[in-house]
């Protein structure tokens, strides 16, 4: 495992996304990852799933502290009352003292950015939450969160994959250490046929998706949090520490294109037909 180091904390590099993951199966998936090396695990509010995570990581030969954890707010509780109250209730949930991350899931259409912010850092005051930070923000978004926070933010999970140019957004996280958290890193499953992928994976006996974690992971400050349910795939997403792209590699795979985030994103969640 490698690890994205920024503001003095280090954050596993390779994480287990867990949406759509619900009931027995989660538990099960979320026990496996850890058994298997995962030491960073991303759920959220809107899973409907934090109960399952908490019971693997209670269950699991890890300790504690080893484990990065993330939830998100849903937008509903970003009010200053219900932001502190929702939190406690997915520590109950997560059967968790705190967590590592607590992010804003979505920009905030209602309530002020700062009512949401000035929340989370009194939980991060009382212990509850360890660090704080934002999702489906731009750039500029993200300035101004910072702005806003009267601690810091340590990340911000945006969609970010081979086909999706997130330059912008991760020179800036680049410049101002923040961590740039990859979510649909495959294309929720929409990459892992990619040709041009798998014959630059085949150079090193790996795969398409194991190409496009290994683009992610290598560039700093990124950490990638793909969703897998088989063994076999948590096993094969892990495996990316052991081989590096070279420049030329790097810049051949990024191939940004919106039509190919559409169809993927549409393949991954509807099969082949699309
Ligand atoms: P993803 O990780 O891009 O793709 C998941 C799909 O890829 C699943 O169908 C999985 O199949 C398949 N897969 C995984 N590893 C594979 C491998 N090695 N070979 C072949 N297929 C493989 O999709 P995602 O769930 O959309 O994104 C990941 C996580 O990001 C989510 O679970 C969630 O935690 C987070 N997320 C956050 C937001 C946000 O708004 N902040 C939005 C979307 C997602 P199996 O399950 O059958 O293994």
């Known amino acids: 495992m490698e690890y994205?180091?920024?503001q003095d904390v280090e954050i596993p590099a390779l994480g287990l996304g867990t949406?759509?993951?619900?009931?027995?199966?989660?538990?099960?998936?979320?026990?496996?990852?850890?058994?298997?090396?995962y030491r960073h695990v991303d759920t959220a509010q809107d899973y409907g799933n934090e109960r399952e995570v908490g019971r693997a990581i209670a269950t699991?030969?890890?300790?504690?502290?080893?484990?990065?954890?993330?939830?998100?707010?849903?937008?509903?509780?970003?009010?200053?009352?219900?932001?502190?109250?929702?939190?406690?209730?997915?520590?109950?949930?997560?059967?968790?003292?705190?967590?590592?991350?607590?992010?804003?899931?979505?920009?905030?259409?209602?309530?002020?950015?700062?009512?949401?912010?000035?929340?989370?850092?009194d939980l991060v005051d009382e212990g509850?939450?360890?660090?704080?930070?934002?999702?489906?923000?731009?750039?500029?978004?993200?300035?101004?969160?910072?702005?806003?926070s009267r601690v810091p933010i340590l990340a911000d999970q945006v969609q970010y994959h081979p086909y999706r140019d997130r330059s912008d957004l991760l020179e800036y996280c680049r410049q101002e250490g923040i961590v740039l958290t990859a979510y649909s890193p495959l294309v929720h499953g929409g990459l892992v046929d990619d040709e041009r992928l798998a014959a630059i994976g085949e150079r090193y006996g790996k795969t398409a998706a194991q190409v496009a974690l290994r683009w992610l992971v290598q560039q700093e400050p990124v950490a990638a949090i793909p969703k897998a349910s088989s063994r076999e795939h948590l096993a094969a997403n892990i495996a990316v520490f052991d081989f590096s792209l070279t420049d030329e590699e790097m810049a051949e795979v990024a191939d940004p294109s919106a039509l190919r985030t559409g169809l993927g994103w549409m393949r991954g969640r509807f099969g082949r037909r699309v």
């Open 60 to 121: 699991a030969d890890v300790p504690r502290e080893e484990c990065f954890v993330t939830t998100k707010l849903w937008p509903s509780n970003y009010r200053y009352d219900d932001a502190v109250e929702s939190t406690r209730e997915s520590l109950d949930r997560l059967g968790l003292e705190y967590v590592d991350l607590l992010l804003m899931h979505w920009p905030s259409l209602h309530v002020p950015t700062e009512e949401t912010l000035g929340a989370m850092a």
């Open 128 to 148: 509850l939450v360890r660090h704080v930070g934002v999702s489906n923000f731009s750039r500029s978004r993200l300035e101004e969160a910072r702005e806003l």
């Open 4 to 6: 994205v180091r920024v």
């Open 19 to 37: 949406w759509n993951l619900t009931d027995d199966q989660c538990v099960r998936t979320v026990g496996r990852a850890l058994e298997l090396g």
